[in-house]
């Protein structure tokens, strides 16, 4: 079970997650929606130059002009671009033809049934995979709000790229979602933090209750 701790804001909280045994790590950037969570560029970047070997950097964004997300990502120097906001699939297609050696990553606000069935057949074939994640008026992820995961497990069934799950995933509930859903992965954000900082115990919980979660699917 891939995991991804999202919100990383310096290399104390890369430390943490990589510690305990994350896959990813997620840093946002060029942000027009509520965030606490996020990063200065040039402090991305900084981050990300002393990622170890073997761990992903994602760079999560609100931006919708094309042009823009791939001169972010080139200078930020990721591997992974999640894009969290609408853009049109041409759009992606043109991101992902750009940035050849960077996985694209697709947001899936689900929150209609058909209308998230219709994004999931739209951007599956544009982008290496989707992510599930609950949204607000003010907020395009980080809610701490769980959606319905009758709906993800739909989409999980019928696309044809790997899922990843996000929304409202905590160190407590993750083993659910994942025994349910299964899917190809889970991102987390506050559902990890403590006074608003990613925590090291609960990282860990999360990660070694994910893996725990796919293992027993497995028997």
Same mark, same amino acid.
């Given at each position: 079970m891939?995991?991804?701790? $999202?919100?990383?804001?310096?290399?104390?909280?890369? +430390?943490i997650?990589?510690?305990?045994?994350?896959?990813?790590?997620?840093f946002?950037?060029?942000?027009?929606?509520?965030?606490?969570?996020k990063?200065?560029?040039?402090?991305?970047?900084?981050?990300?130059?002393?990622?170890?070997?073997?761990?992903?950097?994602?760079? *999560?964004?609100?931006l919708?002009?094309?042009?823009?997300?791939?001169?972010l990502?080139?200078?930020?120097?990721?591997?992974t671009?999640?894009?969290h906001?609408?853009?049109?699939?041409?759009?992606?297609?043109? *991101?992902?033809?750009?940035m050849?050696?960077c996985k694209?990553?697709?947001?899936?606000?689900?929150?209609?049934?058909?209308?998230s069935?219709?994004?999931? $057949?739209?951007?599956e074939?544009? $982008?290496?995979?989707?992510?599930?994640?609950?949204? +607000?008026q003010?907020?395009?992820?980080?809610?701490?709000?769980?959606?319905?995961?009758?709906?993800?497990?739909?989409? #999980?069934?019928?696309?044809?790229?790997p *899922?990843?799950?996000?929304g409202?995933?905590?160190?407590?509930? #993750?083993?659910?979602?994942?025994?349910?859903?299964?899917?190809?992965?889970?991102d987390v954000?506050?559902?990890?933090?403590?006074?608003?900082?990613k925590?090291y115990?609960?990282?860990?919980k999360?990660?070694?209750?994910?893996?725990r979660?796919e293992?027993?699917?497995?028997l």
């Amino acid at each position: 079970m891939r995991t991804k701790i $999202c919100g990383i804001r310096n290399i104390g909280d890369a +430390t943490i997650a990589i510690k305990a045994g994350a896959n990813a790590v997620g840093f946002l950037v060029g942000i027009t929606h509520l965030a606490e969570d996020k990063i200065k560029e040039k402090d991305a970047k900084e981050v990300i130059s002393n990622l170890p070997p073997f761990v992903s950097s994602v760079m *999560v964004t609100h931006l919708t002009n094309k042009k823009e997300i791939v001169e972010l990502a080139t200078y930020l120097n990721v591997n992974t671009i999640q894009i969290h906001d609408y853009i049109p699939p041409e759009d992606v297609t043109y *991101v992902r033809n750009k940035m050849k050696f960077c996985k694209i990553i697709k947001a899936v606000h689900v929150l209609d049934e058909q209308e998230s069935f219709d994004m999931t $057949c739209n951007f599956e074939v544009v $982008c290496d995979a989707l992510l599930l994640d609950s949204r +607000t008026q003010d907020r395009l992820g980080g809610t701490g709000m769980v959606h319905d995961w009758n709906i993800s497990k739909k989409i #999980v069934l019928m696309s044809k790229i790997p *899922v990843i799950l996000a929304g409202g995933l905590t160190d407590n509930n #993750v083993y659910d979602a994942v025994k349910k859903i299964l899917p190809y992965g889970v991102d987390v954000n506050s559902g990890v933090e403590i006074d608003g900082w990613k925590n090291y115990e609960k990282v860990k919980k999360f990660v070694t209750e994910a893996e725990r979660a796919e293992r027993n699917n497995l028997l």
